[in-house]
């Protein structure tokens, strides 16, 4: 029993007390008789054992004591699990609660006992349990604990009845100690930072806090138990590939989009080896970037020699077979071993190091793994699954299929795994059914499920999970346009990112992602290549090949969740457009996987280990201490990071726990300017935690703003202490960027030095800035202004690139990204100030910053959609603030001057500008573009 009693205190917070414990055997309500036979199957089962405890739990501000029966389950150990007790249910001691005891004679083959049966009765809305045992001596005092502690919650007037009984919430079935079982807890519960899981709180107001306490217990025990058994890492080299045949079979080599190194994409040119934020030069390449990566000079997405073939090979396949009997029924497996032989007849002589892992199909879907034989053994636990969501939900012309298994790198028996999950799906067709297609991911979200009862486990609880297939989201975009800039991006350097860009903000999935109504959490990497639907050979099509009757569209995807405890890497996402067998175009992805190799019973042992630590986590919050008590920034300029450091301090003899909380109730946590990482965390005894605050400015705070400041409010969990109040203060460099036009028009010089004093002269007829710049670029020629302005402002940001670029690359146009934001920085600055403009700043940072300003400038009830001329586009003017008109008819001029004399510039420019300048406006990309080229033509 000492080791069961150690193995409950384990799961105990150190305010609740064991009372008693007694072992039982549960009996079904089938056997509940007076008389059993011990060698019965219910009584002997281990599934029958179960332990009884009442627990006990002080209320930390009034002492008051209230009761519960636990019972429990004990899991029997072995070489790779210790002993645990898992918690099956909770019955408060209140209210109609009763305990009675009977005695049972018991049948053995040698004599005749007798044993006591328990009849726990939680209230009279429940049915009674019914246990047996022969330990007479732990009984009594079961009994009287129970009678005890029901009598101290008949005498206890709660003064909030809402609060009564909460800290049992701790051990239920979804706040239970997670950490002894190596299924992962629900990926998607664990995407969002560990502060927003906490419940709300506000200074004088700390929430729930036994629950966050175990919230930020588990959290900090999980990841540290993970980083203490890690032994080293392992990588998996991974390529997911999804194809909706339409019921054709394999007539074409499949190397291309199997091995994705034979035959180059053709919608993406050569990458030139300068910045593709350029046409004809760079001016770019002068910049001092500290660099040592490249970018690939091929137009291969991704090229794998044969040392470098993939690992894992996932291949999603729809509309499989398309005869009537296979919407109803599943027809065999021969559609399957079809396309599996092509498949291995793809990887060409490589064929005899791969294996077939697993598949899984429902009719027409299939999902398929294959993989390096000698890797095979260390893929276990495989499990598959599928569901539909086709007609009335059961017939198979939609729905999903997916696959499930325990990658163990290392050697040993007790390696641990990281859980890797597969879906592959198809889901309702059509443009105007995007709402079903939200649905039916939700529907296929629950219903996917591996195992059945006790042992089932949902596609969710992974480590990694990719979600793969014909998804059928379509484009909010007239057809007539989407064909035209598609055929401009196919032809045209510049145009094959702009335009690719400019559709895809009109992407039905990417707004269902935005709008949180499917496929929240996940990710999808930059999409470079053409819409994969629909190609039609031998009838009406366009110059592309795309179906005349059926809008192009980026229906087949790959898209995945990464859990915390592994690391992915994309390196590639590319259509297959040498395929043409069918009405859609194959779709790959290829990714690097990192993943600790570690010791299970290490990582077990761990986990106990670090929960002892943590005893007394919940009692000495007085004694954190947080340096400096105050934070100064300084100087903060527009977009521009300032960072300072916080230690929270512990100096007691248990750990404790902390979050930041809102200062007020519904308030936010700091204001957005500012960031807090890690926003709550645990302190050991004499240690100190590390916080870093980050102050970035952008258009969220008053453009007269002169002082930055808040309060933070940090709380020790539970809240035995005082909370801890931080004052942040900086001083904002005043900028330009942000302000509105109406008041720049009214200052009597720069910004910076003359932001709330009146003119003397009347208002402006335009802002100096604008005019500044416009004249400064039309004096210096730059024509590559607008033609070389990065798309995604944020460096940090994937940036857009082409599919021939390496994950290399893309850390050197990361760099370059950041370059071109501190060039626009000193832009900036001079614009602010007033200081003269520097000769060796690239145009396209001046460019930038004159597109901040001209941000939203169009109203947004100008109707672009019915301009047929530039007399009506003109007309548009009168709608305008004067001050906007200005500033549009300066900068339009100044481009039209360029056009004039670089007439190729046109559709780069007007791809540009916008987006920018109509960024309220309704219509479509075409109507938008056609707008501005009426003023700069």
Same mark, same amino acid.
């Given at each position: 029993m000492s080791e069961i009693e150690n193995g409950l205190r384990m799961l105990l917070r150190d305010s609740d007390e064991i009372k008693a414990l007694i072992p039982v055997t549960w009996i079904p309500n089938a056997q509940d008789t007076t008389q059993l036979d011990t060698q019965g199957v219910e009584l002997d089962a281990k599934s029958s054992k179960r332990m009884l405890a009442v627990i006990s739990h002080r209320d930390s501000v009034d002492g008051h004591q209230e009761g519960s029966l636990f019972i429990l389950q004990e899991k029997a150990p072995n070489h790779a699990f210790p002993e645990t007790l898992v918690v099956q249910q909770l019955i408060p001691i209140c209210g109609e609660f009763n305990v009675s005891?009977?005695?049972?004679?018991?049948?053995?083959?040698?004599?005749?006992?007798?044993?006591?049966?328990?009849?726990?009765?939680?209230?009279?809305?429940?049915?009674?349990?019914?246990?047996?045992?022969?330990?007479?001596?732990?009984?009594?005092?079961?009994?009287?604990?129970?009678?005890?502690?029901?009598?101290?919650?008949?005498?206890?007037?709660?003064? &909030?009845? *809402?609060?009564?009984? !909460?800290?049992?919430? $701790?051990?239920? @079935?979804?706040?239970? /100690? =997670?950490?002894?079982?190596?299924?992962?807890?629900?990926?998607?519960?664990?995407?969002?930072?560990?502060?927003?899981?906490?419940?709300?709180?506000?200074?004088?107001?700390?929430?729930?806090?036994?629950?966050?306490?175990?919230?930020?217990?588990?959290?900090?025990?999980?990841?540290?138990?993970?980083?203490?058994?890690?032994?080293?890492?392992?990588?998996?080299?991974?390529?997911?590939?999804?194809?909706?045949?339409?019921?054709?079979?394999?007539t074409q080599s499949l190397a291309s989009w199997v091995r994705g190194n034979v035959i180059p994409d053709g919608?993406?040119?050569?990458?030139?080896?300068?910045?593709?934020?350029?046409?004809?030069?760079?001016?770019?390449?002068?910049? &001092?970037? *500290?660099?040592?990566? !490249?970018?690939?000079? $091929?137009?291969? @997405?991704?090229?794998? /020699? =044969?040392?470098?073939?993939?690992?894992?090979?996932?291949?999603?396949?729809?509309?499989?077979?398309?005869?009537?009997?296979?919407?109803i029924y599943t027809t065999g497996t021969l559609k399957e071993e079809q396309w599996c032989t092509a498949i291995f007849e793809a990887l060409g002589e490589h064929q005899v190091a791969y294996s077939k892992v697993v598949s899984k199909q429902l009719v027409g879907i299939l999902i398929v793994m294959i993989a390096r034989t000698a890797l095979v053994p260390s893929f276990v636990d495989i499990k598959t699954c599928s569901a539909g969501v086709g007609i009335m939900g059961l017939m198979g012309n939609k729905g999903g299929a997916a696959i499930q298994m325990t990658y163990k790198p290392g050697d040993g028996d007790t390696k641990g795994g990281t859980v890797l999950t597969f879906v592959n799906s198809h889901l309702a067709a059509f443009d105007e059914m995007v709402d079903k297609r939200n649905s039916d991911f939700q529907d296929l979200s629950r219903r996917l499920v591996f195992g059945l009862g006790e042992d089932a486990v949902s596609i969710w609880e992974t480590d990694v999970i990719w979600w793969m297939g014909d998804l059928n989201y379509r484009l909010e975009q007239p057809d007539k346009d989407v064909r035209d800039l598609l055929s401009e991006a196919n032809q045209l350097y510049w145009a094959k990112r702009r335009n690719v860009d400019a559709l895809l903000a009109y992407d039905q999935l990417k707004v269902a992602m935005r709008g949180k109504r499917a496929f929240e959490h996940f990710s999808e990497f930059l999409i470079t290549h053409l819409p994969s639907y629909r190609f039609s050979p031998g009838i009406q099509?366009?110059?592309?090949?795309?179906?005349?009757?059926?809008?192009?569209?980026?229906?087949?995807?790959?898209?995945?969740?990464?859990?915390?405890?592994?690391?992915?890497?994309?390196?590639s996402y590319n259509s297959h457009p040498d395929i043409t067998q069918s009405d859609h175009i194959p779709v790959s992805a290829d990714f690097t996987l990192e993943v600790d190799e570690y010791d299970e019973p290490t990582r077990l042992s761990a986990a106990r280990n670090l929960h002892r630590q943590?005893?007394?986590?919940?009692?000495?919050?007085?004694?954190?201490?947080?340096?400096?008590?105050?934070?100064?920034?300084?100087?903060?300029?527009?977009?521009?990071?300032?960072?300072?450091?916080?230690?929270?301090?512990?100096?007691?003899?248990?750990?404790?726990?902390?979050?930041?909380?809102?200062?007020?109730?519904?308030?936010?946590?700091?204001?957005?300017?500012?960031?807090?990482?890690?926003?709550?965390?645990?302190?050991?005894?004499?240690?100190?935690?590390?916080?870093?605050?980050?102050?970035?400015?952008?258009?969220?705070?008053?453009?007269y703003a002169r002082r930055l400041d808040c309060t933070l409010v940090l709380h020790a969990v539970p809240g035995l202490g005082k909370d801890t109040f931080i004052v942040v203060q900086g001083n904002y460099q005043t900028s330009c960027a942000g302000t509105p036009l109406s008041q720049l028009v009214k200052l009597p010089g720069p910004i910076r030095t003359t932001l709330g004093?009146?003119?003397?002269?009347?208002?402006?007829?335009?802002?100096?800035?604008?005019?500044?710049?416009?004249?400064?670029?039309?004096?210096?020629?730059?024509?590559?202004?607008?033609?070389?302005?990065?798309?995604?402002?944020?460096?940090?940001?994937?940036?857009?690139?082409?599919?021939?670029?390496?994950?290399?690359?893309?850390?050197?146009?990361?760099?370059?990204?950041?370059?071109?934001?501190?060039?626009?920085?000193?832009?900036r600055e001079c614009v602010d100030t007033g200081a003269e403009f520097e000769e060796d700043i690239p145009a396209q940072a001046y460019g930038s910053v004159l597109l901040e300003f001209l941000e939203g400038v169009v109203p947004r009830d100008v109707q672009v959609s019915n301009m047929t001329n530039r007399d009506q586009a003109f007309e548009a003017l009168d709608v305008f603030p004067i001050v906007a008109v200005n500033v549009w008819i300066s900068v339009t001029a100044f481009l039209h001057y360029i056009v004039q004399q670089e007439p190729e510039r046109l559709g780069e420019i007007t791809s540009v500008l916008a987006p920018v300048v109509l960024s309220d406006v309704t219509g479509s990309i075409m109507d938008k573009r056609r707008f501005v080229q009426y003023f700069i033509q």
């Open positions: 005891i009977t005695q049972m004679k018991m049948n053995s083959t040698s004599t005749e006992r007798t044993g006591l049966k328990i009849i726990v009765r939680p209230n009279q809305h429940s049915d009674p349990l019914s246990f047996f045992t022969y330990d007479a001596e732990r009984l009594p005092i079961v009994l009287s604990e129970c009678r005890r502690l029901k009598k101290l919650s008949e005498e206890y007037i709660p003064s &909030s009845p *809402s609060q009564t009984y !909460s800290w049992l919430t $701790s051990y239920s @079935a979804d706040h239970a /100690l =997670p950490l002894l079982t190596s299924t992962p807890p629900d990926i998607r519960a664990i995407q969002a930072p560990l502060h927003t899981r906490l419940s709300p709180a506000s200074a004088g107001s700390p929430g729930d806090d036994a629950n966050d306490l175990l919230l930020l217990r588990d959290d900090w025990v999980r990841s540290r138990a993970r980083e203490q058994s890690r032994k080293g890492k392992a990588r998996l080299n991974i390529r997911t590939c999804t194809f909706n045949v339409n019921g054709q079979p394999p919608f993406i040119p050569p990458v030139k080896e300068h910045s593709p934020f350029v046409v004809d030069t760079d001016p770019m390449a002068n910049l &001092s970037v *500290s660099d040592d990566a !490249s970018i690939a000079s $091929s137009s291969t @997405a991704h090229f794998l /020699l =044969p040392d470098d073939l993939p690992d894992v090979l996932v291949f999603a396949f729809q509309e499989l077979d398309l005869s009537t009997e296979a919407l099509t366009d110059s592309l090949g795309y179906d005349m009757k059926r809008k192009p569209a980026w229906t087949d995807r790959v898209l995945h969740i990464v859990g915390p405890a592994v690391n992915l890497q994309q390196s943590l005893h007394g986590l919940d009692q000495e919050g007085k004694k954190m201490v947080v340096e400096p008590p105050d934070v100064d920034f300084g100087d903060v300029r527009y977009k521009q990071k300032v960072v300072r450091k916080l230690h929270v301090k512990h100096s007691g003899k248990t750990p404790c726990a902390f979050r930041f909380v809102p200062s007020y109730e519904g308030g936010d946590l700091h204001p957005t300017w500012l960031t807090v990482e890690p926003a709550s965390g645990i302190v050991l005894p004499h240690e100190a935690l590390e916080v870093t605050l980050t102050a970035l400015v952008d258009e969220d705070i008053p453009y004093k009146k003119s003397e002269k009347q208002n402006l007829n335009a802002p100096r800035e604008v005019i500044r710049l416009v004249n400064w670029m039309m004096d210096k020629r730059l024509s590559t202004a607008f033609a070389t302005y990065q798309i995604v402002p944020d460096p940090e940001a994937e940036p857009s690139v082409s599919s021939s670029t390496t994950l290399r690359g893309v850390a050197t146009l990361k760099k370059r990204a950041r370059a071109l934001e501190d060039m626009a920085a000193r832009v």
